[in-house]
């Protein structure tokens, strides 16, 4: 490569690696985001990684993640084409790992078409729904807080995507989803399988390579999976009685999508993968956060209290009013990112960037860990303090307050074309859980018992292991209306 670097341009600083295997015995197996961001203090905000001869770059500032992935996104929105989760277990299907091209470009203008800000005001009535019962179960048990905050945003995926309504998260349909998740976490996860490292084996007939066999079997539960939900709501239409849902919104419109079915049924199946767990993810960070700093649970609560009163429950129309509200959302998010070290963009030509000379067929990692730590951005970094988004003081203040902060075009949520299509649903999620907890209950730290400042599960995704604290509602008047809300609303369809 070295020949093709243009005159005036260098190849990024970085760690030294080893022949063949290059950096990879210094990358940890979990948490590479916190080495990432140790690297970057070392060697800059770009900076190279060699792995096995593939060429990665790491790039720790929003200003660099912008000017690359978002303002030459033409160049930087591909993905890797990892043979064993891209290739095989999805068979160039499932839009997260999907190159940049036109199936991509099908499959994003559905997901837009279904997510997009208007279509995600009119889910607004089923996240108030599951809301209520995710408030009224959790005030019963809270220390089955995980299954509640995973059965809401799982729940909502499913109400959306198909229409249907999901009771506990134990039915079969969702076991199985559960599974596809997992497989996909698994086989995605870097080292998992050889054939990732040396592509050759590709060529290994199917009796020779059991990963091959082991894919194929995946893949075909997965697809199953996919098309019975799929045709399931085609169905019911047909019988006149299709609940409104994206799968509807897909057969209406499947010809000018211009996708199969197979394709429709990655899209809207694989946003569950996308959306259940990384909501769920947000909201446990949450009540980290108002274990560690007591006094912003304070004035979360005072600012609801004004807002909203004590006689209703805080609604959407509110959340203009709830400044607070959005910057603890944010403040969260970035304290405690979800997709902590961000997901791999690949670059598609060569390119330099400020003198640097990047190759095609780089992976960029946007490392949202050091991003938000950052102190020209976000001074004293590791405190968690949702005043930055609030006071002039701070670099990221922004007016007016009733709409700033808000989670748009946020580095938690990628960058450029490939950037999460799923963040309105997922910002109304938040905001609406957030005022309502606040609203309804208090949350500490059990008297004597600490609560790990980053203990955190390992993966893609990442949320706090289970904690105990403590979660108790603010007045028995207020944990009476929402048995009495959950009552009269339970029965009903709240996309009807
Ligand atoms: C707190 C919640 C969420 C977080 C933190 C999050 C974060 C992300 C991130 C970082 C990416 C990669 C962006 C990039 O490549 O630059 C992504 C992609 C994606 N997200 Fe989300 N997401 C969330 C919720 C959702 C929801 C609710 C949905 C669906 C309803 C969703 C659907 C997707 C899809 C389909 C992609 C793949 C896009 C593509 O490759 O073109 N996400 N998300």
Not at 277 to 286: E, I, N, R, V, Y
Not at 387 to 413: C, G, H, I, M, V
Request: positive net charge; charged residues 25%.
């Amino acid at each position: 490569q070295p020949s093709r670097i243009p005159k005036g341009a260098r190849l990024p600083p970085g760690p030294k690696g080893k022949p063949i295997v290059g950096n990879l015995p210094d990358i940890p197996p979990h948490h590479s985001w916190l080495k990432f961001k140790s690297w970057a203090d070392e060697y800059g905000p770009i900076f190279r990684l060699k792995i096995f001869g593939r060429n990665h770059v790491v790039v720790s500032t929003e200003k660099i993640a912008n000017d690359l992935l978002r303002e030459r996104g033409n160049l930087y929105s591909s993905r890797e084409q990892l043979p064993m989760a891209a290739q095989l277990l999805s068979r160039n299907l499932r839009p997260l790992f999907l190159p940049y091209g036109e199936l991509w470009r099908r499959g994003r203008k559905v997901m837009h078409t279904l997510t997009m800000h208007a279509a995600a005001t009119s889910y607004q009535p089923a996240q108030i729904w599951e809301s209520e019962r995710m408030l009224h179960d959790l005030l019963r048990a809270p220390d089955k807080y995980e299954l509640y905050f995973e059965r809401y945003a799982g729940a909502l995926v499913i109400r959306l995507g198909y229409g249907k309504r999901m009771e506990t998260g134990e039915e079969p349909y969702a076991r199985e989803i559960l599974k596809v998740v997992r497989t996909v976490e698994r086989v995605a996860s870097p080292g998992q399988y050889l054939v990732d490292t040396f592509p050759i084996l590709m060529y290994l007939p199917t009796w020779l390579a059991p990963f091959k066999r082991e894919a194929a079997r995946l893949n075909a539960a997965e697809l199953k999976l996919f098309r019975e939900l799929l045709y399931e709501v085609k169905d019911k239409m047909r019988e006149g009685k299709g609940p409104k849902c994206f799968a509807k919104t897909f057969f209406e419109k499947q010809a000018e999508f211009g996708l199969s079915d197979d394709e429709g049924a990655y899209v809207i199946g694989t946003l569950f993968e996308a959306g259940a767990g990384t909501t769920a993810a947000a909201l446990m960070s949450f009540v980290l956060c108002m274990c560690h700093s007591p006094e912003w649970q304070k004035k979360l609560q005072k600012e609801v209290d004004d807002v909203v009163g004590k006689d209703r429950l805080p609604e959407f129309e509110d959340i203009p009013q709830l400044p607070t509200v959005r910057a603890v959302a944010k403040e969260t998010l970035r304290w405690r990112p979800v997709t902590a070290g961000g997901v791999p963009h690949e670059l598609i030509k060569d390119d330099v960037y400020d003198g640097i000379f990047f190759p095609a067929g780089t992976s960029v990692h946007a490392n949202q860990w050091a991003i938000h730590r950052d102190p020209e951005l976000y001074p004293d970094p590791e405190t968690f303090n949702p005043e930055r988004w609030l006071s002039p003081k701070y670099p990221t203040y922004r007016e007016p307050l009733d709409k700033f902060p808000n989670l748009q075009n946020y580095s938690a949520f990628g960058f450029g074309r490939r950037i999460c299509p799923g963040q309105n649903i997922a910002e109304n999620s938040i905001h609406i859980l957030i005022a309502r907890m606040a609203w309804a209950t208090h949350i500490s730290k059990k008297p004597g018992v600490d609560v790990p400042l980053y203990d955190y599960t390992t993966g893609f995704n990442v949320q706090p292991r289970p904690f105990a604290f403590d979660l108790k509602p603010r007045s028995a008047a207020k944990k009476t209306m929402i048995d009495t809300i959950w009552e009269s609303n339970k029965d009903t369809d709240p996309l009807a």
